[in-house]
């Protein structure tokens, strides 16, 4: 079974500074990846995604993510992080053959200080 | 494109009373998934529906909820009997198809007492 692992519960950064959310994932063949972002009491907004092609995409809100199949991994980077990105972070993985139900990790909450 | 609606966006019951949610996908979508967060925890697959077919069921997913979409369009999640346990945000996305992102509602939070 697919399995999503975020290793960062918290992180705190201060306004400005860079930002790098990390996203491990185990599954056998190509997933679909996806970054979602939630505020508190609200549903998920989609961040970016990965298909194919491209192992770096670019998403809304000036934020990133490269696809490294040899680690398992699609971080989440933005270069220059505002206080409204505060929020909880989540990395999803799906695969065509599950019908593209997704598998989320457990999330990463990021505090900005100003 | 209004996005995913969800209704209520709160509910607060009793043990034992049963609870029905409804989901109104982007207008397009023939792909519907119902999700379910718990405090501290990622959302978790329950269902999802093609157009009015229900494909794939999670074991999470007890006898005590059921899942419809009759004419393919809205979608309603009842349980129940409630549980404690059932205390959770029930999330609702929608895809155009397969191979395609889903985009999320604002979730009905729902409380058992």
């Known amino acids: 079974a697919q399995s999503v692992t975020q290793p960062d519960i918290h992180i705190t950064v201060s306004e400005g500074a860079s930002l790098e959310l990390r996203c491990n994932y185990s599954y056998g063949a190509t997933p679909y990846l996806f970054w979602y972002v939630q505020s508190p009491g609200q549903g998920l907004q989609l961040l970016l995604k990965y298909f194919s092609g491209d192992t770096l995409v670019q998403g809304i809100k000036g934020f990133e993510a490269e696809f490294k199949r040899s680690q398992s991994s699609f971080n989440l980077r933005k270069p220059s992080v505002h206080w409204s990105d505060a929020a909880e972070y989540f990395c999803a993985v799906g695969f065509t053959g599950g019908g593209n139900k997704l598998t989320f990790g457990t999330g990463t909450q990021l505090k900005v200080e100003l | ?113």
């Open chain 2, 1 to 113: 494109d209004t996005g995913v609606s969800q209704d209520p966006r709160h509910k607060i019951t009793k043990r034992g009373q049963n609870v029905t949610f409804r989901c109104d996908p982007i207008s397009e979508h023939n792909r519907l998934y119902w999700y379910r967060q718990t405090l501290g925890q990622g959302p978790e697959f329950l269902t999802y529906f093609q157009n009015e077919a229900q494909l794939e069921k999670s074991r999470l997913l007890s006898d005590r909820f059921s899942a419809e979409r009759p004419k393919g369009s809205f979608s309603t999640l009842e349980i129940q009997r409630t549980e404690q346990g059932d205390s959770a945000m029930y999330l609702c996305a929608s895809s155009l198809a397969i191979g395609y992102e889903q985009y999320f509602g604002p979730g009905t939070r729902l409380t058992v007492t």
